[in-house]
């Protein structure tokens, strides 16, 4: 399943790394930390999630363990605010 932000979505990277999502139906604005921002990233490079997951455990091998349940979450959080869609 592919993840895609929202169409009524716009997402901005900060020179830290970070980014900063902005949903125009209601001007609310979330932000993700840097992590939060590459977890993000790859969810919406990847055709599903579990070549996210794969991925971030490549790039990430001592944290393999929570890899999945931080992307989990992270997704989880994002759709029930209507950020992402699949």
């Not at 900060?14 to 139906?25: A, I, K, P, Q, W």
């Not at 490079?45 to 929570?66: F, G, W, Y």
């Amino acid at each position: 399943m592919k993840i895609s932000l929202a169409p009524h979505v716009t997402e901005t990277r900060t020179e830290n790394g970070e980014s900063v999502l902005l949903d125009r139906r209601n001007g609310r604005y979330w932000q993700l930390n840097a992590s939060g921002s590459e977890i993000l990233s790859l969810l919406l490079r990847a055709s599903d999630i579990a070549e996210a997951t794969a991925e971030l455990r490549n790039r990430h091998p001592k944290a393999a363990d929570r890899i999945p349940g931080d992307v989990q979450a992270l997704l989880t959080s994002l759709r029930t605010s209507r950020l992402v869609q699949s």
